[in-house]
C-alpha cells in the first residue's frame, strides 16, 4: 500500500495495524517512496538496545525512594562508582575509533 504522509496523519492507527498484519506501508512525499512502516521483532532487540539504566544504577547503590535530593559529596560518590565500573567494563585490547578498521588495509593504505 502506497499513501501520502499528509492523508497518514490521519490514518496512523490503522496503517500501523496493516503493517503489523503484514502488509507493506510505504509513505510518500510528492509521489516520490519517503518511508516505509515496519513491525518490530521483540526476539530482534539485542541487549544493547535493551540496555537498562535503572538496573545498572541498582547495582551502582541502592535506589531507595528519598524525599531529599542527594548532598555534593553522594553525587561525588555514585559518579565514581559509575565511572570505575565502566572502566572495568570497557577493557578493549588499546583499540579507538580511528584504528579500529586497520585490520582491512595493508601498510601502503590499501585494502587487501
Do not use: C
Not at 89 to 104: C, G, V, W, Y
Amino acid at each position: 500500500m502506497r499513501i501520502s504522509i499528509a492523508e497518514a496523519q490521519n490514518q496512523l492507527e490503522e496503517l500501523v495495524r496493516r503493517a503489523e498484519q503484514g502488509e507493506e506501508v510505504i509513505l510518500t512525499q510528492p509521489g516520490l517512496p519517503s518511508a516505509r512502516l515496519s513491525i518490530v521483532h521483540a526476539a530482534a532487540e539485542t541487549s544493547l538496545q535493551s540496555y537498562d539504566a535503572v538496573a545498572e544504577l541498582a547495582k551502582v547503590g541502592p535506589l531507595t525512594p528519598r524525599r531529599e535530593p542527594l548532598s555534593a559529596e553522594e553525587k561525588r560518590k555514585v559518579f565514581e562508582r559509575i565511572r570505575r565500573r565502566a572502566s572495568e567494563r570497557n577493557s578493549f585490547d588499546d583499540t579507538d575509533a580511528a584504528h579500529s578498521q586497520d585490520f582491512l588495509y595493508d601498510e601502503f593504505g590499501l585494502p587487501k
